[in-house]
C-alpha cells in the first residue's frame, strides 16, 4: 500500500477547511458599477428604497429598479450615454459631455472621472446587469413605439407596457450635417419601420425586433454612376404611407414645385418620381390602393391620382368653390376613414375637419377643432378620431394646444387641453393610451427638466387614457423638438 505524500494530505486538509467566499452582488449590478451607485446613490436620503419620492422619484437599489424610471422619464437610456440624463447630473468633466445642476451625489464629493467614465462606458454598452442582461432586449416582437425628434436627428423608442424611453436612434446618413427627420412609419406587419427628413432626400428602414438599420433608400432620381447625387432638388420630404402589404411606400416633398416618389420598400429602390405638385403635404390611399390622396398645404383643394403617379385631378374641399390656390382652408393631413370612402382632413387655416366623400366627391361633414389642427390618428377600438391642434391658447385658459375628438358616427368634436403645442399622436390600442408629443419650442413652455446634447428646448410626451379621455398626470422628457409618433401594430 503506497503512502499519501504529506504534503498532499495538507494540501486536503486546507480545502477541506476553507469556507467558499461568495461574491458580493450589489443590486443585480456589475461589480464595479454596484460599487460606485451603493457609496454614492443609495445612501440614505437619496435613491433607496426608502427615499427614492423625494430624489426625483428615482430608485437606484437595483438594477431593475433603475429602468423603472423617474419622475421625469428613463435617466438611464441602453447603448446611449448621450441621451441618459444621469449622466449629466453625475459629471463635472468637460470632456465627459453635459453637465446638469444639481451635482449629484448631492452635497457630497463628487465622483471622480474614472467613476463618470466608468458609469457612461457601462451605459454604452447596453448598461447590463449582472449576468450580462441587457433591459428591452430579449424579445424582438417587443410592443413599441417610434418617435422622431426633429432637433437632434435621433429616434426615440418607448416601451408600451411602462410608456418609458427605452432607446435613442441615430438615423440620417450626414454626420455634422441635419437630416431633420419629419416622420416615421412602422410597417403594417411590424417588422420594419421606415423614416423620412427635411434635408434629405432618402428614406431609411430599420429593423423592430432589434431596431438595426437595414438600408438606405433614395426618393429622388440619382446620377448615372452613383447611389446619392439627386438629379432633383426636392427634400422637405415630409410625409408618407405604406401600401397594407408592406411592399410599397408612397412619400411627398413639401414644396411649393412639391414632389411625390413611390419606392420598392423590398428592393430598396426608386419606381416613379412625380413633380409639379403645388404645396402637397398630407397623403392617404383608398381602400382598393389604386388611387393616392394628397392635399395641398396652401389652398382649397387635394389631388387625386393613380399610384403610378398619373392622372391627376385637383378636387375641391369647397363644394360650391373651384379648386384654388388661395390659402382659405389650407389642407394638412389626411385619413381614411373605416367606411372606406370618407377621408377626413385637417384644415389648418379654417380650424376644421372636412370629410370628403370619395365617392361623389363632395364634402359632407365639416367638424370645427382646436385652433391651427394638424395631425389625425384613429382609435380602432372606441371608434374616434384624434386630432392636435398645436397653438390653440383660447379653449381652455393657461393651455397652448388641445385635442380634438370626433367619433367615427355621427362626427359628433369634443376637445381636452394637452401638452404644449402638441403635435404627433399614436394610438396604442394595446393599453388604450393616446401618446401626444408636445414640442415645447417656446419658451413660455413648461421648463426641461435637463439640457440635451442638441440645441434647442427639450419637448416631452403625454399621455391621454381613451377610454376617460383625461390627461395622465405623467410626462416624459425627450430630447428637441419631438414630431411625429408610430405605433408598432
Same mark, same amino acid.
Given at each position: 500500500?503506497?503512502?499519501?505524500?504529506?504534503?498532499?494530505?495538507?494540501?486536503?486538509?486546507?480545502?477541506?477547511?476553507?469556507?467558499?467566499?461568495?461574491?458580493?452582488n450589489r443590486g443585480n449590478y456589475p461589480d464595479d458599477i454596484?460599487?460606485?451607485?451603493?457609496?454614492?446613490?443609495?445612501?440614505? &436620503?437619496?435613491?433607496?428604497?426608502?427615499? *427614492?419620492?423625494?430624489?426625483?422619484?428615482?430608485?437606484?437599489?437595483?438594477?431593475?429598479?433603475?429602468?423603472? &424610471?423617474?419622475?421625469?422619464?428613463?435617466?438611464?437610456? +441602453?447603448?446611449?450615454?448621450?441621451?441618459?440624463?444621469?449622466?449629466?447630473?453625475?459629471?463635472?468633466?468637460?470632456?465627459?459631455?453635459?453637465?446638469?445642476?444639481p451635482t449629484m451625489p448631492l452635497n457630497k464629493t463628487p465622483?471622480?472621472?474614472?467613476?463618470?467614465? /466608468?458609469?457612461?462606458?457601462?451605459?454604452?454598452?447596453?448598461?447590463?446587469?449582472?449576468? =450580462?442582461?441587457?433591459?428591452?432586449?430579449?424579445? +424582438?416582437?417587443?410592443?413599441?413605439?417610434?418617435?422622431?425628434?426633429? !432637433?437632434?436627428?435621433?429616434?426615440?423608442?418607448?416601451?408600451?407596457?411602462?410608456?418609458?424611453?427605452?432607446?435613442?436612434?441615430?438615423?440620417?446618413?450626414?454626420? &455634422?450635417?441635419?437630416?431633420?427627420?419629419?416622420?416615421?412609419?412602422?410597417?403594417?406587419?411590424?417588422? *420594419?419601420?421606415?423614416?423620412?427628413?427635411?434635408?434629405?432626400?432618402?428614406?431609411?428602414?430599420?429593423?423592430?425586433?432589434?431596431?438595426? *438599420? #437595414? !438600408?438606405?433608400?433614395?426618393?429622388?432620381? #440619382?446620377?448615372?454612376?452613383?447611389?446619392?447625387?439627386?438629379?432633383?432638388?426636392?427634400?422637405?420630404?415630409?410625409?408618407?404611407?405604406?401600401?397594407?402589404?408592406?411592399?410599397?411606400? *408612397?412619400?411627398?416633398?413639401?414644396?411649393?414645385?412639391?414632389?411625390?416618389?413611390?419606392?420598392?420598400?423590398?428592393?430598396?429602390?426608386?419606381?416613379?418620381?412625380?413633380?409639379?405638385?403645388?404645396?402637397?403635404?398630407?397623403?392617404?390611399?383608398?381602400?382598393?390602393?389604386?388611387?393616392?390622396?394628397?392635399?395641398?398645404?396652401? =389652398?382649397?383643394?387635394?389631388?387625386?391620382?393613380?399610384?403610378?403617379?398619373?392622372?391627376?385631378?385637383?378636387?375641391?374641399?369647397?363644394?360650391?368653390?373651384?379648386?384654388?390656390?388661395?390659402?382659405?382652408?389650407?389642407?394638412?393631413?389626411?385619413?381614411?376613414?373605416?367606411?372606406?370612402?370618407?377621408?377626413?382632413?385637417?384644415?389648418?387655416?379654417?380650424?376644421? #375637419?372636412?370629410?370628403?366623400?370619395?365617392?361623389?366627391?363632395?364634402?359632407?361633414?365639416?367638424?370645427? /377643432?382646436?385652433?391651427?389642427?394638424?395631425?389625425?390618428?384613429?382609435?380602432?377600438?372606441? =371608434?374616434?378620431?384624434?386630432?392636435?391642434?398645436?397653438?390653440?391658447?383660447?379653449?381652455?385658459? !393657461?393651455?397652448?394646444?388641445?385635442?380634438?375628438?370626433?367619433?367615427?358616427?355621427?362626427?359628433?368634436?369634443?376637445?381636452?387641453?394637452? !401638452?404644449?403645442?402638441?403635435?404627433?399622436?399614436? #394610438?396604442?390600442?394595446?393599453?388604450?393610451?393616446?401618446?401626444?408629443?408636445?414640442?415645447?419650442?417656446?419658451?413660455?413652455?413648461?421648463? +426641461?427638466?435637463?439640457?440635451?446634447?442638441?440645441?434647442?428646448?427639450?419637448?416631452?410626451?403625454?399621455?391621454?387614457?381613451?377610454?376617460?379621455?383625461?390627461?395622465?398626470?405623467?410626462?416624459v422628457e425627450l430630447s428637441v423638438d419631438p414630431y411625429f409618433?408610430?405605433?408598432? +401594430?
Amino acid at each position: 500500500m503506497k503512502t499519501v505524500p504529506l504534503y498532499v494530505l495538507l494540501i486536503l486538509l486546507l480545502w477541506s477547511c476553507s469556507k467558499d467566499v461568495a461574491k458580493v452582488n450589489r443590486g443585480n449590478y456589475p461589480d464595479d458599477i454596484g460599487k460606485i451607485i451603493t457609496t454614492s446613490c443609495t445612501q440614505s &436620503g437619496c435613491h433607496n428604497n426608502q427615499s *427614492y419620492k423625494a430624489a426625483g422619484n428615482y430608485n437606484l437599489q437595483t438594477w431593475s429598479d433603475m429602468f423603472s &424610471g423617474a419622475g421625469s422619464g428613463n435617466p438611464v437610456i +441602453p447603448f446611449n450615454s448621450k441621451f441618459s440624463s444621469l449622466c449629466y447630473y453625475i459629471n463635472t468633466y468637460n470632456d465627459l459631455g453635459i453637465q446638469n445642476v444639481p451635482t449629484m451625489p448631492l452635497n457630497k464629493t463628487p465622483l471622480t472621472y474614472a467613476q463618470v467614465k /466608468t458609469i457612461k462606458d457601462w451605459i454604452d454598452r447596453g448598461a447590463p446587469d449582472i449576468n =450580462g442582461k441587457i433591459m428591452w432586449a430579449d424579445n +424582438p416582437k417587443l410592443k413599441k413605439l417610434y418617435a422622431v425628434n426633429q !432637433g437632434c436627428d435621433v429616434v426615440t423608442v418607448f416601451d408600451s407596457e411602462t410608456q418609458l424611453p427605452i432607446r435613442y436612434i441615430d438615423v440620417g446618413t450626414k454626420p &455634422g450635417s441635419p437630416d431633420t427627420p419629419h416622420q416615421i412609419r412602422v410597417s403594417p406587419d411590424g417588422a *420594419y419601420w421606415y423614416v423620412v427628413f427635411i434635408n434629405n432626400n432618402v428614406m431609411q428602414k430599420f429593423r423592430c425586433s432589434d431596431d438595426s *438599420y #437595414v !438600408g438606405t433608400i433614395p426618393l429622388t432620381p #440619382v446620377a448615372a454612376g452613383t447611389s446619392t447625387n439627386p438629379l432633383s432638388d426636392a427634400t422637405d420630404w415630409n410625409t408618407f404611407v405604406i401600401s397594407k402589404n408592406g411592399k410599397r411606400a *408612397y412619400a411627398v416633398s413639401w414644396r411649393t414645385s412639391g414632389k411625390v416618389a413611390v419606392v420598392d420598400l423590398e428592393k430598396q429602390n426608386l419606381l416613379y418620381f412625380a413633380p409639379a405638385f403645388y404645396e402637397p403635404h398630407g397623403i392617404a390611399l383608398n381602400a382598393a390602393e389604386d388611387k393616392l390622396y394628397i392635399t395641398a398645404q396652401v =389652398g382649397n383643394y387635394i389631388t387625386v391620382c393613380d399610384t403610378n403617379l398619373l392622372n391627376r385631378r385637383d378636387l375641391s374641399l369647397q363644394n360650391d368653390q373651384a379648386p384654388s390656390q388661395f390659402p382659405i382652408l389650407n389642407a394638412h393631413d389626411i385619413i381614411l376613414a373605416p367606411n372606406d370612402i370618407d377621408f377626413l382632413i385637417t384644415c389648418q387655416q379654417s380650424n376644421e #375637419v372636412r370629410v370628403f366623400n370619395s365617392l361623389t366627391e363632395q364634402v359632407t361633414a365639416v367638424i370645427p /377643432t382646436g385652433t391651427y389642427p394638424q395631425e389625425i390618428v384613429y382609435a380602432k377600438k372606441l =371608434g374616434c378620431f384624434y386630432v392636435s391642434c398645436t397653438y390653440d391658447s383660447t379653449m381652455f385658459r !393657461g393651455s397652448m394646444g388641445v385635442i380634438t375628438r370626433i367619433t367615427a358616427v355621427g362626427y359628433n368634436g369634443s376637445h381636452l387641453a394637452c !401638452g404644449y403645442q402638441p403635435h404627433g399622436l399614436a #394610438v396604442d390600442e394595446q393599453t388604450s393610451l393616446l401618446y401626444v408629443l408636445s414640442r415645447n419650442g417656446s419658451s413660455a413652455g413648461p421648463q +426641461p427638466h435637463h439640457t440635451s446634447v442638441c440645441s434647442g428646448r427639450n419637448g416631452f410626451a403625454s399621455f391621454v387614457d381613451l377610454l376617460s379621455f383625461r390627461v395622465l398626470p405623467k410626462r416624459v422628457e425627450l430630447s428637441v423638438d419631438p414630431y411625429f409618433i408610430f405605433a408598432r +401594430p
